[in-house]
């Protein structure tokens, strides 16, 4: 639909038409749907991995014991939860909703999935956050490394789903790259690809949505 010259275009277009602001503002990207039936289960639930590093990584909790729950404090990930706190923290809904909401991603160890379903599964799955399974002996590194670099893209009965894909600090190539990554993902959800996506936009947090016809050539 669009190649990466003309996301460039677009996101430094968002950018510049918006004033300067006393914080650090994100660069969100939207993106509008056509010929799909929002209501008759059509959904997008999906992770992407984006290539370009931004400031604020994902916050990823790693519900684990043993060695992967050591190794995992080892390598300072967000929050580590072993079985026990797992059942201490499920006993209290206010404290396990205000925990899922705090992070974007979770991982647990293939053996807590059936605590962590029967503990957490009615708060988890309607927020699109079951965790990911990581087996015996799986480079726990790896998989932190790649979610925290990662977005969540979700849409259910709308059409039109948002994320953000960076900071206005990082150059416009590198959010570009981040934009096609997603474009990418989602295109391949769609009933018939790109042509089932109507607009793509982008817009600084506190500025004017800016899409590929709007773009002064």
Same mark, same amino acid.
Do not use: H, W
């Given at each position: 639909?669009?190649?990466?010259?003309?996301? $460039?275009?677009?996101?430094?277009?968002?950018?510049?038409?918006?004033?300067?602001?006393?914080?650090?503002?994100? $660069?969100?990207?939207?993106?509008?749907?056509?010929?799909?039936?929002?209501?008759?289960?059509?959904?997008? !639930?999906?992770?992407?991995?984006?290539?370009?590093?931004?400031?604020?990584?994902?916050?990823?909790?790693?519900?684990?014991?043993?060695?992967?729950?050591?190794?995992?404090?080892?390598?300072?990930?967000?929050?580590?939860?072993?079985?026990?706190?797992?059942?201490?923290?499920?006993?209290?809904?206010?404290?396990?909703?205000?925990?899922?909401?705090?992070?974007?991603?979770?991982?647990?160890?293939?053996?807590?999935?059936?605590?962590?379903?029967?503990?957490?599964?009615?708060?988890?799955?309607?927020?699109?956050?079951?965790?990911?399974?990581?087996?015996? !002996?799986?480079?726990?590194?790896?998989?932190?490394?790649?979610?925290?670099?990662?977005?969540?893209?979700?849409?259910?009965?709308?059409?039109?789903?948002?994320?953000?894909?960076?900071?206005?600090?990082? !150059?416009?190539?590198?959010?570009?790259? !981040?934009?096609?990554?997603?474009?990418?993902?989602?295109?391949?959800?769609?009933?018939?690809?790109?042509?089932?996506?109507?607009?793509?936009?982008?817009?600084?947090?506190?500025?004017?949505?800016?899409?590929?016809?709007?773009?002064?050539?």
């Amino acid at each position: 639909m669009v190649n990466e010259s003309q996301l $460039v275009d677009v996101i430094k277009q968002a950018k510049e038409s918006d004033k300067d602001r006393k914080f650090k503002q994100s $660069v969100e990207m939207i993106m509008v749907f056509k010929d799909v039936d929002a209501k008759k289960g059509f959904a997008i !639930n999906e992770t992407v991995q984006l290539p370009r590093e931004t400031t604020k990584p994902a916050l990823v909790c790693i519900m684990a014991s043993g060695d992967m729950g050591i190794k995992a404090k080892k390598i300072k990930a967000d929050m580590v939860m072993d079985e026990n706190e797992l059942t201490e923290l499920s006993a209290d809904k206010k404290k396990s909703k205000k925990l899922i909401n705090k992070y974007d991603f979770f991982l647990a160890d293939t053996k807590l999935m059936p605590i962590v379903g029967k503990k957490l599964g009615q708060l988890l799955g309607p927020r699109g956050k079951m965790p990911t399974p990581v087996p015996f !002996n799986a480079p726990i590194e790896s998989f932190l490394e790649r979610f925290r670099s990662s977005i969540k893209i979700r849409a259910k009965g709308s059409l039109s789903m948002s994320c953000r894909i960076g900071e206005e600090s990082m !150059n416009d190539t590198d959010l570009a790259a !981040n934009a096609n990554a997603v474009v990418t993902a989602v295109e391949k959800t769609l009933p018939n690809g790109s042509k089932n996506i109507k607009k793509i936009m982008f817009k600084t947090t506190m500025g004017k949505a800016m899409n590929v016809e709007q773009v002064k050539k």
